[in-house]
């Protein structure tokens, strides 16, 4: 006999039947596969038993044919289960670092988030929402239908932080602003005026380590591309608006 507390309460496993009706002789068992209910005491395939915490449907995103296959999961309090023909249910807590998670793997719920590298349909729908203006937390709450604020902000940091989701938000931003006319060339000629034309020194420098970010001089470890997003980040609006009119005038007067 075993157990671990959730919650300040202690949660039994008996490593076997006639140990539990040694202890639970009132109660009764069934094979944790017999339509399993929240509270029902279950033998599992190791031949240990212990009692159901959870059980809920299951889908998946992209409703996969072998999503559809499950009869939702069951979770004790050793792990999680997928009711299926193919899983079979331990009662060994070495072999479950998580009990949240299907995986004997993951000590972590957000390790196979975090690992992941494509995009799934609602972080899509997320990155969409950031793109066209609304905030973080009002996406995840739509997005996710989180209604308590802090878990959505909780959620919306950690979506921001990974790169496939930033990824898509860059992607969609340089989009939109090719359809605006701004790209690279018009990016490097903005900061080149300002480097020209600035009229304060911290303008100037600021102007030129933006370009030499750019072109790889100012820091030769740095090898990636600079995106057209944050490319003015340092600048106020008005010393941006200043070197627009600086360019505007020398280009009129050639």
Request: aromatic share 8%; charged share 35%.
């Amino acid at each position: 006999m075993n157990y671990k507390e959730i919650k300040g309460k202690k949660h039994f496993v008996y490593d076997s039947l006639s140990e539990f009706k040694k202890y639970k002789k009132d109660l009764t068992t069934k094979q944790w596969k017999d339509n399993p209910q929240e509270g029902d005491w279950v033998v599992a395939d190791d031949g240990g038993v212990v009692q159901i915490l959870k059980r809920n449907g299951i889908s998946h995103p992209s409703d996969r044919k072998n999503w559809k296959a499950h009869k939702g999961y069951v979770r004790t309090v050793v792990g999680t289960f997928l009711i299926n023909d193919k899983t079979e249910m331990d009662t060994d807590f070495d072999s479950h670092p998580n009990r949240y998670t299907f995986s004997k793997n993951l000590k972590r719920a957000n390790d196979n988030f975090k690992k992941r590298k494509n995009i799934t349909k609602k972080e899509k729908l997320f990155a969409t929402e950031v793109i066209v203006g609304k905030d973080a937390v009002s996406a995840v709450q739509n997005i996710y239908k989180e209604n308590d604020f802090n878990k959505a902000k909780k959620k919306a940091v950690l979506l921001l932080k990974q790169e496939r989701i930033m990824n898509e938000v860059e992607k969609g931003v340089v989009d939109i602003a090719k359809g605006l006319g701004i790209d690279h060339e018009y990016v490097l000629r903005r900061l080149k005026a300002l480097a020209d034309t600035g009229e304060e020194e911290n303008v100037v420098l600021q102007s030129l380590k933006e370009l030499g970010k750019i072109i790889g001089t100012s820091n030769p470890t740095i090898k990636r591309d600079v995106g057209i997003v944050g490319m003015f980040q340092g600048f106020s609006p008005k010393q941006l608006a200043q070197a627009e009119r600086k360019e505007l005038t020398e280009g009129e007067s050639k």
